[in-house]
């Protein structure tokens, strides 16, 4: 698996399909509006854009708010709501529905009777549902004949994601104190509803904010901290959109709430510095994507130098995943040449399948680049991976029929992961491990063989100097990358990369496992 990217140009359905994913999903807010930008539509085309979405809106309610709160909510004719609705659907196809404030029994009908219409196409849409029923004071915001059209509404939905008190409501019981209480309330709506629910923990005490997906009697959460911040107006509808896009993208249910839920934190994190408002103000949705200044001492200039680069680091930390690799049976037969001919020419049809999705992945490296000489880099080392890799794996096995295994499929899951809801930063961290390990292990490979060795012109591709100048470039732009992330943007950083590197040994270590 020499170094050399993932497509994004196809369309998905349901989480967990095995359809391929689109690069730009389009994603349809349905929702009531926030002048002050922190919540509502306004919210909600943040959050898509967040996760390379397009994001389109209908307007359910126009509201005059601000961080300290409701004035007036003016709502258009539902025939007017319907009409918009029918505008984007007669359209555009539409990969994913967000639906938030709704207000009345009779703006659920409407978007009911439009669900029904769309949810019968070939491709139907994905739809979340976040059930705004309950003021942050408390309060009961809809009628009773509102309330119970909205708990049939969730039978449209493939995702529902009420607060505490929201999912009380939706369930005929007091506000669960305890996350073992809120855990059987959402499993008694996923039930009820035949749907999945995103279980937010943030209305319990604790220095801990659980979340969960519910899906029968399954049970996913998605462990957090909380943050201390009193920004947090429109959590509730960014992570909803946020869960849409991921989820038409291709992730799973569980996969787009760990996602979700690490760019959350990041946002609320870095909310206070928005100074947007004197009351409950916004999160910042878009933190990934601009370079956060960190105070801190001042470090003199030679003793950044001297400090260790983020690569450097990393490389360290996983040297028992390393140890691994070098003790690995199928890596130690290649070197010796005792490796099982079938378990190698299993391995390269394996490998073969996955350098066609890194090739593409690389190509998405060098779309969001922020360098012309970056994007020179990636792009050609896509190529490379396409021309010269390929072209080697094709002289020892036959690509047709080809079916990725596990190992595969995780590893290009995890990339296709990165490329299509990660930052650059995160990207080009994952994308790392697979440069610098060929390269440690063919620069001591090399000279070691002799010329008749078996696996000879594949030893020798690990230890191509030209291979190993381009893995030091790619080093030093994640180690660029890393200087102008934030805190939380390097920590994903590290678990891109780290778990790429484990990746990689359960990649070698999968050709002899089957056998």
Same mark, same amino acid.
């Given at each position: 698996?020499?170094?050399?990217?993932?497509?994004?140009?196809?369309?998905?359905?349901?989480?967990?399909?095995?359809?391929?994913?689109?690069?730009?999903?389009?994603?349809?807010?349905?929702?009531?509006?926030?002048?002050?930008?922190?919540?509502?539509?306004?919210?909600?085309?943040?959050?898509?854009?967040?996760?390379?979405?397009?994001?389109?809106?209908?307007?359910?309610?126009?509201?005059?708010?601000?961080?300290?709160?409701?004035?007036?909510?003016?709502?258009?004719?539902?025939?007017?709501?319907?009409?918009?609705?029918?505008?984007?659907?007669?359209?555009?196809?539409?990969?994913?529905?967000?639906?938030?404030m709704?207000?009345?029994?009779?703006?659920?009908?409407?978007?009911?009777?439009?669900?029904?219409?769309?949810?019968?196409?070939?491709?139907?849409?994905?739809?979340?549902?976040?059930?705004?029923?309950?003021?942050?004071s408390?309060?009961?915001?809809?009628?009773?004949?509102?309330?119970?059209?909205?708990?049939?509404?969730?039978?449209?939905?493939?995702?529902?994601?009420?607060?505490?008190?929201?999912?009380?409501?939706?369930v005929?019981a007091?506000?669960?104190?305890?996350?073992?209480?809120?855990?059987?309330?959402?499993?008694?709506?996923?039930?009820?509803?035949?749907?999945?629910v995103?279980?937010?923990?943030?209305?319990?005490?604790?220095?801990?904010?659980?979340?969960a997906?519910?899906?029968?009697?399954?049970?996913?959460?998605?462990?957090?901290?909380?943050?201390?911040?009193?920004h947090?107006?429109?959590?509730?509808?960014?992570?909803?959109?946020?869960?849409?896009t991921?989820?038409?993208?291709?992730?799973?249910?569980?996969?787009?709430?760990?996602?979700?839920?690490?760019?959350?934190?990041?946002?609320?994190?870095?909310?206070?510095?928005?100074?947007?408002?004197?009351?409950?103000?916004?999160?910042?949705?878009?933190?990934?994507?601009?370079?956060?200044?960190?105070?801190?001492p001042?470090?003199?200039?030679?003793?950044?130098?001297?400090?260790?680069?983020?690569?450097?680091?990393?490389?360290?930390?996983?040297?028992?995943?390393?140890?691994?690799?070098?003790?690995?049976?199928?890596?130690?037969?290649?070197?010796?040449?005792?490796?099982?001919?079938?378990?190698?020419?299993?391995?390269?049809?394996?490998?073969?399948?996955?350098?066609?999705?890194? %090739?593409?992945?690389? @190509? $998405? &490296? #060098? !779309?969001?680049?922020?360098?012309?000489?970056?994007?020179?880099?990636?792009? /050609?080392? +896509?190529?490379?991976?396409?021309?010269?890799?390929?072209?080697?794996h094709?002289?020892?096995?036959?690509?047709?029929?080809?079916?990725?295994?596990?190992?595969?499929?995780?590893?290009?899951?995890?990339?296709?992961?990165?490329?299509?809801?990660?930052?650059?930063?995160?990207?080009?961290?994952?994308?790392?491990?697979?440069?610098?390990?060929?390269?440690?292990?063919?620069?001591?490979?090399?000279?070691?063989?002799?010329?008749?060795?078996?696996?000879?012109?594949?030893?020798?591709?690990?230890?191509?100097?030209?291979? %190993?100048?381009?893995? @030091? $470039? &790619? #080093? !030093?732009?994640?180690?660029?990358?890393?200087?102008?992330?934030?805190?939380? /943007?390097? +920590?994903?950083?590290?678990?891109?990369?780290?778990?790429?590197?484990?990746?990689?040994?359960?990649?070698?270590?999968?050709?002899?496992?089957?056998?």
């Open positions: 698996m020499n170094a050399a990217s993932v497509d994004t140009a196809s369309a998905a359905p349901r989480p967990g399909s095995p359809d391929a994913t689109r690069a730009t999903p389009r994603v349809l807010s349905i929702a009531g509006t926030d002048p002050t930008g922190g919540a509502g539509i306004q919210a909600d085309l943040k959050s898509i854009a967040a996760f390379g979405g397009y994001g389109m809106a209908a307007v359910t309610a126009l509201v005059a708010q601000n961080t300290l709160g409701v004035r007036e909510v003016h709502v258009p004719p539902t025939a007017f709501l319907d009409a918009q609705l029918r505008a984007v659907s007669d359209d555009v196809d539409i990969d994913a529905v967000k639906i938030g709704l207000g009345s029994a009779e703006v659920v009908a409407t978007v009911d009777a439009w669900l029904v219409d769309v949810l019968a196409d070939v491709r139907p849409p994905i739809v979340v549902l976040d059930p705004v029923m309950v003021a942050t408390g309060d009961r915001l809809l009628d009773a004949d509102a309330e119970e059209a909205v708990r049939a509404l969730c039978r449209r939905a493939d995702l529902v994601t009420p607060n505490l008190p929201e999912l009380a409501v939706l005929g007091p506000v669960a104190t305890s996350w073992d209480e809120a855990v059987s309330q959402a499993q008694t709506l996923a039930g009820r509803a035949d749907t999945a995103l279980l937010k923990g943030g209305h319990l005490d604790g220095a801990q904010s659980p979340d997906i519910i899906a029968g009697a399954d049970v996913h959460p998605v462990p957090g901290r909380r943050v201390a911040t009193r947090t107006h429109g959590t509730g509808c960014s992570l909803s959109s946020a869960m849409a991921l989820a038409a993208h291709g992730l799973s249910w569980p996969e787009a709430l760990t996602r979700a839920k690490h760019w959350l934190t990041g946002a609320l994190e870095h909310a206070d510095a928005l100074r947007v408002g004197r009351g409950n103000g916004p999160i910042d949705h878009l933190h990934e994507l601009r370079p956060h200044v960190e105070l801190g001042r470090v003199p200039h030679a003793a950044r130098n001297a400090a260790a680069s983020w690569s450097t680091e990393r490389w360290d930390a996983l040297a028992p995943v390393r140890a691994d690799v070098d003790a690995c049976a199928f890596v130690r037969g290649l070197a010796s040449g005792d490796l099982d001919r079938d378990a190698f020419g299993w391995y390269l049809g394996q490998d073969l399948l996955y350098l066609r999705e890194y %090739a593409r992945v690389l @190509a $998405r &490296a #060098a !779309a969001l680049a922020p360098t012309v000489d970056e994007q020179r880099f990636w792009a /050609e080392a +896509s190529v490379s991976c396409l021309e010269e890799e390929a072209a080697l094709q002289t020892h096995v036959d690509p047709a029929g080809l079916e990725p295994a596990a190992s595969t499929l995780d590893y290009t899951d995890h990339l296709h992961a990165a490329s299509t809801v990660g930052s650059y930063a995160v990207l080009v961290a994952a994308i790392l491990p697979c440069f610098v390990l060929y390269t440690d292990i063919g620069a001591r490979w090399r000279g070691t063989f002799a010329a008749d060795h078996p696996y000879a012109d594949w030893l020798t591709a690990y230890g191509d100097e030209a291979f %190993a100048a381009s893995s @030091a $470039r &790619a #080093a !030093a732009i994640v180690d660029d990358a890393a200087r102008t992330a934030s805190a939380s /943007e390097r +920590s994903a950083m590290a678990a891109a990369y780290d778990r790429s590197m484990r990746l990689e040994l359960a990649f070698f270590e999968a050709p002899l496992k089957r056998l």
